[in-house]
Structures are given as C-alpha cells and as structure tokens.
C-alpha cells in the first residue's frame, strides 16, 4: 500500500507532496482509496462533503466504529502526515481478519477531505462541513490563489457541490471514532514509546494581517518618505517569535504575499498569514493580543495601516476520558509490556473537530526527529508496524466484542 501511494502528488524537484484538495493529485489519491476498499470486499461511499468511507457491515446499524484520517497535504509536505493513518487503517483491518476476529458493530474507514486547508485556507473542510461547524454559506466563499471557489473546484473534480452541509445523519451512526496519525513532535521520541494516546489538541488559530502602505520606486524614494509596508511586517514577524518566547506558546508567520511585488518597488501590500497554538486559552489569548499590539504600534511609526482578520479559530479539544480509557485499558492488556503514554498535541485534526458530535480519540507513532510538514518527515518501519498493530488492538477491543 506504501508503495502504491507514495508517488502519488510527490513533486519530483522538492520531493515533497502537494496533494491539495480538488487537484488532480487528489483524485489519484481519491481512487487509491476506493481500490484499496474495493480489493476488501468494502463498501465504497462518498458523502455529500467529498470524504470517503469504506464500510464493513451495515452503515445503518448505528454506532459504528470508525478510524482513518486524511490523504491531502501542505505545500511540499511530508510522507506521513494523513496517509500514515489512512494506510495503517486498512492495514489494521488485514490484521483483524489474520487473527480471525468477528466485528460485532459497523467497521469503517474514512478519507476526510481537505484536511490541510492548504488550498482554501480552512483546515478540516470535510470533518468541519460534517459536523456543522463551517456552514454552506462560509464554504462557498472559500477561495484558492488562483480564484477558484471551493464549489468551482468540487464540480470540476466530479463531485458536485449543492449538496455539501452538515451530516447529523451520519454522524449519529457512529459510536466512536480513532484516528492514528505520526506524531508532530518529539514526546515518543524523548520517552522511547512506539505509540501513544492523545490527551487533548492545544487551542490554535489562523489570523491574516493586512499592511497597507504605499508603492513607490525603490530607487528613488528616500528612506524617511517611505511607507513601507514589508518593514512593518518584518517587525511583526519578530515581535510573534517574542511573544510567544515569554508565554511559552507558538506564532509563526508562514506564508506572505507582496503587491505588487517587484524587485525595485516597494510593497503597497503585504499580507502575512499567522498561525498561533498554546497549550491553554489564557496563552493563546495573551500571545495574539501582544502580537497585535506589538504590530499596531510598528503599522503607526511608519504610517502603514494595518487589518488583522481571524480566518480559523479552534478551542481546547480535551478527547473523553471515557474513551481514552478504553484505548488505555485495550492497549495497557496482555500484548504491551509497560502503559502507553498520554500526551498532548499542538496540531489540528478531524478527530478534533468531530470530538464535539462523537466520541473521539487519537493513537500517535513516534517521530524519531519531530519534523513534520516537510519532506524530511519519518517513522521507522518497525514505530508504523507497531502503531498498526496498536490500532488493531483498539479496533479488536471496541467493535468485535
């Protein structure tokens, strides 16, 4: 299955992948997982958002247990980040049937779509639109760089848009949901454990910052008539890595756009793009308030002005503790020599977001070097067996009771 997926969407000068929702890459990844479905005797079914599900049983029995995660990607993102999941899913599965165990409930797997937001802007597109928690109205706004609204994309891909919305339907079908994913840091790495248990997603956001100044030749103009706009944001940049060295938090300016962006013209707009985490909402909320402020009073020395608009927010996800037991009690059994570690993430995922309409809960593999987001992303065979074998475990304990 690795082998299978791995080309797919890989840019051969960067070697990263660039899956972006709606793309040609992500249909090719779209119909590796319908095959991947179908070679199981799976019923293959695309909701009205555009996530995949390959069902085991009857999808209409209710309380079903899912897991599965995303196959999308950032710009020139790493290997593991979604498929790892997706891959280990299915791979569990084969796993089940080798020890001959009998699904008492509905078995299903799930390919959420444009879990990245990395071409619309909005993480968890699929998992949000399901659970109510982006309305139709908002996604139809959604635009890509070149322009393209989400609906645009979703027809041009065949999939057809007047049906996106909230899915109570489905989800009141589900009893639980696991998503396996890599690990986004060191934690595993730092405590020598193969798997762990999630604890809780930070709260994190998306704020875009508009700095407004004024065009003017760089060859020519003085530097004290200058309203420069990219000085402002460089500023800006540095007082985000302060701001959160003294709350403990992360910012990170990660993507920026120039007008009209010529060598020898200064900027009349730069626009940067902030992402900010921290373990608690007190942090967050002071770290973006000095960002803010620290920004504003830059914007009025140089006589730029400033927008700052909150595209994406995500409170605290605490996963239930009634399920993370269970996952500790399954995984804490006879096969595992010592407790699995619970730890917390800095990271968004769908299972995030579906946690307020069902039970979720999340299994980490370990990442030997914490990158992630890059090309330079990695687990080792033996951490991916591991987490497959842990998923297993998990799907045995809950569905084949």
């Known amino acids: 299955m690795w082998r299978d997926l791995a080309p797919l969407g890989r840019d051969a000068a960067s070697g990263g992948y660039r899956r972006y929702a709606w793309t040609p890459a992500d249909t090719d990844c779209r119909a590796w997982f319908e095959q991947q479905a179908e070679s199981r005797g799976l019923t293959h079914e695309l909701d009205r958002n555009g996530n995949q599900w390959a069902w085991l049983g009857d999808p209409a029995a209710g309380d079903a247990v899912v897991t599965g995660s995303h ?60 659970a109510g928690q982006l309305t139709v109205e908002a996604a139809h706004k959604l635009t890509d760089g070149e322009g393209v609204t989400l609906p645009r994309a979703m027809e041009a891909a065949g999939h057809d848009p007047d049906g996106i919305g909230p899915d109570p339907e489905r989800l009141s079908r589900i009893g639980a949901f696991v998503e396996l994913h890599v690990e986004q840091g060191r934690a595993l790495d730092l405590t020598g454990d193969p798997v762990g248990i999630a604890s809780a997603i930070w709260p994190h956001g998306r704020w875009r910052y508009d700095f407004r100044g004024e065009a003017n030749h760089a060859g020519t103009t003085r530097l004290a008539d200058r309203r420069d706009p990219m000085l402002t944001y460089a500023e800006t940049v540095v007082a985000a890595r302060r701001e959160a060295e003294l709350t403990g938090a992360l910012a990170t300016f990660g993507k920026v756009s120039v007008e009209p962006n010529g060598v020898n013209a200064i900027p009349s707009l730069v626009r940067g793009w902030l992402d900010s985490r921290a373990a608690d909402q007190e942090t967050l909320d002071a770290v973006i308030t000095g960002i803010e402020k620290a920004a504003r009073e830059y914007a009025d020395r140089h006589g730029v002005d400033l927008d700052v608009v909150r595209e994406s927010f995500t409170p605290v996800v605490e996963f239930g503790h009634a399920l993370r037991g269970e996952l500790a009690a399954i995984l804490g059994g006879d096969r595992h020599d010592r407790p699995v570690p619970v730890l917390g993430t800095g990271a968004g995922h769908d299972a995030g977001i579906l946690s307020a309409s069902i039970p979720t809960a999340m299994l980490f593999v370990r990442n030997p070097t914490g990158v992630s987001h890059s090309p330079a992303e990695f687990a080792a065979e033996d951490d991916c067996v591991a987490g497959v074998t842990a998923l297993a475990d998990v799907l045995e304990g809950l569905a084949c009771r």
């Open 71 to 130: 196959l999308d990607s950032v710009p020139d993102g790493g290997a593991y980040d979604g498929p790892l999941g997706v891959v280990s899913s299915f791979a569990a599965l084969d796993e089940l049937r080798a020890r001959g165990a009998e699904p008492t409930r509905p078995l299903a797997i799930v390919n959420f779509a444009d879990e990245e937001g990395a071409r619309f802007g909005l993480a968890c597109v699929g998992s949000r639109l399901t």
